[in-house]
């Protein structure tokens, strides 16, 4: 009994001290990720309160004018890109950065640099990966130091830096359409019988209108190794696109056929598009058949 007391002190005595570890920051951690196209951003930053105190003023010991500043508290902020990018106008490559800044009223200097722990003590401009100019906005008065992403599209977003009322957007922009076509390539190489790849890669060229020819040489290799519902439409698409709607139509039809066959969540949400635009292709075909009869009496 005796034992087993002093066993279970001991444990309670440990847990205490694991608990007693951790206690609350004054500039509490954070991160944030965002997603660009096929790229991610990811910020971990520490965020300092104001506290009724000065921020960037001449003699503030937060974020000093003219002065380097790691642009949050206790560590250096860290963001981290999965993909090459741009940084306001700098094209920078994948990896992490330090994210420091330069505080003034008509614009900030915002850096990217190579070194991730030296801080401010540690800095050397040589290490800088960019340096761009941004003339800071006012904004939402926000009493804790703040970084977010705004206006995201599958290319672009805002990169802000928010303290009091005082707002810096950084642009990021990145080359998604060419990232996504070494993706999908690189993909089919690595699995140049797998259906669901050669589905995707031959989607996203009808999607973004690139290329119609190789999208349809990639959805009839699908259909080649497995016909289904979805890779029929894409091709119908295709061929629509290319202007060969008399083609179109009998793919469309099949794409009907089997996917009402053996109907998924997917084709349950698409076949009422496919039979408009079957409709629509119907429509189209004695218009086509017209022309190409007057072309031939005219031979």
Request: positive net charge; proline residues 4%; aromatic residues 8%.
């Amino acid at each position: 009994m005796k034992k087993y007391f002093l066993s279970f002190s001991f444990a309670v005595i440990v847990a205490t001290a694991s608990v007693a570890q951790r206690t609350p920051q004054a500039s509490p951690g954070s991160s944030i990720v965002q997603t660009v196209g096929i790229t991610d951003f990811t910020v971990k930053y520490s965020r300092p309160g104001i506290k009724g105190r000065s921020v960037f003023g001449e003699n503030t010991p937060l974020a000093p004018i003219g002065q380097l500043w790691r642009t949050g508290a206790n560590q250096s902020t860290i963001l981290e890109a999965s993909t090459d990018f741009t940084f306001g106008d700098k094209i920078v490559a994948a990896g992490k950065y330090a994210l420091f800044s330069i505080p003034n009223k008509a614009k900030w200097v915002v850096i990217l640099n190579k070194n991730l722990t030296g801080g401010t003590e540690g800095y050397k401009e040589s290490d800088d990966a960019a340096r761009v100019e941004i003339a800071p906005l006012a904004g939402e008065f926000k009493e804790t130091f703040e970084i977010n992403f705004s206006n995201v599209s599958d290319s672009t977003t805002l990169l802000n830096i928010e303290w009091g009322a005082v707002t810096v957007p950084v642009k990021l922009s990145v080359a998604t359409h060419a990232l996504t076509l070494a993706s999908l390539d690189k993909a089919v190489q690595d699995k140049p019988e797998d259906v669901q790849t050669l589905q995707s890669a031959a989607g996203y060229l009808l999607l973004k209108n690139q290329d119609l020819p190789k999208a349809l040489a990639l959805a009839d290799k699908a259909i080649g190794l497995k016909e289904n519902w979805s890779n029929q439409w894409i091709k119908a698409q295709i061929l629509d696109k290319l202007g060969k709607t008399t083609e179109a139509l009998p793919a469309a039809q099949k794409a009907i056929t089997l996917g009402t066959a053996a109907p998924d969540g997917a084709f349950n949400f698409y076949k009422t598009q496919i039979a408009k635009s079957i409709t629509d292709m119907q429509a189209k075909i004695p218009a086509i058949d017209v022309k190409a009869k007057g072309k031939k009496k005219k031979k």
